[in-house]
């Protein structure tokens, strides 16, 4: 199994990225996907997730900033994240798991690599 994040990038208070992550050796539509991010000194925590019907949570800290989202004919997840601000810098890493919609990182069986976000004010 892959996860293969990629879109990350520098960027100015203020701007847009959207982040990717394209899975392989499993169909994404079977599980629930999920953004975790974690900033330097700091622990990983949540974004966001999308289950298989599409029912989605995010974070409190990027609530009407960010959206995931899936196309499941690509086998990819996506993170739209509008509105950066410099505390939303961190390595953003997607991850998998069967079962239930959640925000709990140990729920989470499979990891992609990360990709760098860097917002500068």
């Known amino acids: 199994v892959q996860l293969q994040a990629s879109g990350g990038g520098l960027v100015q208070a203020g701007g847009s990225l959207r982040l990717s992550c394209a899975a392989s050796g499993l169909t994404s539509s079977n599980y629930v996907m999920g953004w975790f991010r974690q900033a330097p000194g700091k622990e990983r925590e949540f974004v966001a997730s999308?289950?298989?019907?599409?029912?989605?949570t995010h974070a409190d800290s990027v609530k009407g900033r960010f959206t995931i989202s899936r196309d499941n004919a690509k086998n990819t997840v996506y993170l739209q994240m509008n509105s950066l601000k410099p505390e939303d810098t961190a390595v953003y890493y997607c991850?998998?798991?069967?079962?239930?919609?959640?925000?709990?990182?140990?729920?989470?069986?499979?990891w992609g690599q990360g990709t760098l976000v860097t917002v500068s004010s």
């Open positions: 991850a998998a798991q069967a079962g239930r919609l959640t925000f709990l990182r140990d729920d989470y069986t499979y």
């Open positions: 999308i289950s298989r019907w599409y029912s989605y």
